[in-house]
């Protein structure tokens, strides 16, 4: 059974930073992409960024975080990283890791439809 672990949520002030780690566990084989959304009170859970797990490591990102946020992966560990800098009190949210195994190239990197295993979510407050 696959497991996806989140850590290192937190509350920080506005400009500061925080690094998040998802750690999956269940499978011989690596995910063909890992990634992170994040639900915000009141609203739907959104796409933040995603990593292919090839050998380029594809990135993409929500247009909110582009320059902010970088995501890494460590291939050998399954592991994948959020660090999130210059963060605002609008970056306030549940932040979900998200990960799925199948075959294949994901058509849609944002579309949550596409990420079959999520975390509980790690909670990420950001103080004005």
């Known amino acids: 059974q696959v497991q996806l672990v989140e850590s290192g949520g937190g509350l920080v002030p506005a400009g500061g930073s925080l690094r998040l780690s998802c750690a999956a566990s269940?499978?011989?084989?690596?995910?063909?992409?890992m990634g992170w959304f994040r639900q915000a009170p009141g609203k739907e859970r959104e796409f933040v960024a995603s990593?292919?797990?090839?050998?380029?490591?594809?990135?993409y990102y929500a247009d909110s975080v582009k320059g902010r946020f970088t995501i890494s992966g460590d291939n050998a560990k399954n592991t994948v990283y959020l660090q999130m800098n210059s963060l605002k009190p609008e970056d306030t949210a549940v932040y979900y890791c998200?990960?799925?195994?199948?075959?294949?190239?994901?058509?849609?990197?944002?579309?949550?439809?596409?990420?079959?295993?999520w975390g509980q979510g790690t909670q990420v407050t950001v103080s004005s």
């Open positions: 998200a990960a799925d195994f199948s075959v294949g190239l994901v058509p849609d990197v944002t579309d949550q439809n596409e990420y079959e295993h």
């Open positions: 269940g499978r011989t084989f690596s995910p063909r992409i």
């Open positions: 990593i292919r797990r090839t050998a380029r490591g594809s990135t």
